[in-house]
Structure formats: structure tokens, C-alpha cells
């Protein structure tokens, strides 16, 4: 059976004259996108362009919600009810659909943003809300949330959760993601290399050194580096060398 491996990866995130990252470039060589709904970047525009962008390149498409923070671009921690975090997510979950909609597309999943998606593996009260909201709008999408308590949570309110590992992120001594505030670049071998260990064995090194265990079905790149592009095609085509597909969650 060959082995066999999503990369989804964060896009759309420029906004009204702002450009961040090089879509174009990038979204080629993963094999979904997460797409910015406007409370931490993107438009409409810019959200109908990056779901062109993705059919053309015949990858799925998935809403990336973030708390309402564009000034911090959703890396800043608020505190929010459940209620609020279900709702945060459905308003932009249901913008994305409908643009997709226009164009022919369907939502394949929803990946929460920067402190969004953090809030999922410390509270379990907000990961319940999430997990619940999205089994209520479609119980056949995915959740992609951070292998965890977290997941777990969200798994047991409803949600089809796909657990995924950051190859292009830190993780912290006690197995927590570090969330960078500015995107800086990263080796494209070594982050392809990283990949390969985490599908092939299911582990990933801390910041101390110390192996994570990281059973997962997907695997997140960022499109806001300045060789956001260069990282994507070096672990799709290191991934492909090793026999290991690149494909849509299924």
C-alpha cells in the first residue's frame, strides 16, 4: 500500500493593498489550502482569487478562521466564550462557502489561524465548541486541529478531526507549538526532511532536542515566508522521491 500524505498549506492572506506571500507560486505544490476569511487577512477578493488559484492547481480548499485581530494578524491570544468561537467560526466559514460555491468549489475542510488554532489545544471548552459548530454545518468536512487533548475534544462534539503536524513551525519542550510573530525563513531540506520523519515514523524533534510523537494525516507549510514557495516544492518533490504520495485528506 503506498504511503501517503496531505500537505495543507496557509494562503490568502493579503489584504485590500497588502500583499502577503506568493500564492501563485506556492499553492502548486501542496495539496490544500486554508484560506483567510478576513478577520486576520484576506477579502473577498482576495478569497475568490486564492480559490481560482486552487481549482486551477486542482488541490481542496478549507476556511482558515481566526479570531478578529487583523491588526495582529490573528497571532494574539483573546479571551472568548464557546458560543463565540462557534459563531466566529460558522460567519467565516459561511463567506468562504459562498464564494467557493460561485466558483464551482466545495469546502473540504476548516483549519483554525495562528491564536485561534491555540486556543483548540488549551481549552477544551472553546476545541468542544469548534468541533461541535463544524459537525453542525457538515459533518463530513474535516477539522484540522494539533494531535492533542484538543483533537480529542473536538473528535467527541462531532467533528471528523485530521490531526497534523507543523514541519515549518518550533515546537516547544512540553510538545506545544510556537507561534511566530513574524514568518522568517527556513531551510527547504530541513523542513523536507522533517517531513519525511514524521510520516515515515511519526516523530518530530522539540527545541531541546527530545522527539515528539506525532501521529498525523496532514502536514502544515505557511505561505507567508519569503520562500514559502521554494519550502513547498522541496518537501512535495523530497516526499514523492521517498515514494510518498501527496494528496488530499480522503
Not at 478578529?68 to 467560526?89: K, S
Not at 488554532?117 to 463530513?140: N, T, W
Not at 506545544?176 to 519525511?196: F, M, N, S, T, Y
Request: glycine letters at 10%.
Amino acid at each position: 500500500m503506498t504511503l501517503a500524505i496531505d500537505i495543507n498549506g496557509d494562503a490568502g492572506e493579503s489584504y485590500g493593498r497588502w500583499t502577503l506571500g506568493d500564492d501563485a507560486a506556492f499553492l502548486p505544490h501542496v495539496s490544500s489550502v486554508n484560506i483567510a476569511c478576513g478577520f486576520h487577512g484576506g477579502d473577498p477578493a482576495t478569497m475568490r482569487a486564492t480559490v481560482r488559484i486552487a481549482k486551477a492547481a486542482g488541490i481542496a480548499i478549507g476556511a482558515h478562521p481566526s479570531f478578529p485581530d487583523l491588526m495582529g494578524f490573528g497571532r494574539r491570544m483573546m479571551t472568548i466564550a464557546p458560543d463565540e468561537m462557534a459563531d466566529y467560526t460558522l460567519y467565516q466559514l459561511g463567506a468562504l462557502t459562498a464564494i467557493a460555491r460561485s466558483e464551482g468549489m466545495t469546502i473540504a475542510h476548516v483549519k483554525p489561524h495562528g491564536a485561534f488554532y491555540k486556543a483548540c489545544s488549551i481549552d477544551m471548552a472553546l476545541s468542544k465548541a469548534i468541533g461541535a459548530a463544524v459537525a453542525a454545518y457538515d459533518p463530513r468536512i474535516f477539522l484540522m486541529l494539533l494531535a492533542g487533548p484538543g483533537a480529542d475534544a473536538a473528535e467527541a462534539a462531532g467533528a471528523r478531526v485530521a490531526r497534523e503536524a507543523f514541519i515549518d513551525l518550533d515546537y516547544d519542550a512540553d510538545g506545544g507549538l510556537i507561534i511566530e510573530r513574524v514568518a522568517k525563513l527556513r531551510d527547504p531540506k530541513e523542513v523536507a526532511q522533517r517531513a519525511i520523519r514524521v510520516v515515515r515514523e511519526g516523530k518530530l524533534a522539540k527545541i531541546d532536542g527530545s522527539d515528539l510523537d506525532v501521529p498525523v494525516s496532514t502536514l502544515c507549510l505557511h505561505g507567508d515566508r519569503a520562500n514559502s514557495a521554494e519550502v513547498a516544492r522541496t518537501v512535495k518533490e523530497t516526499l514523492e522521491a521517498d515514494g510518498i504520495a501527496v494528496s488530499p485528506l480522503r
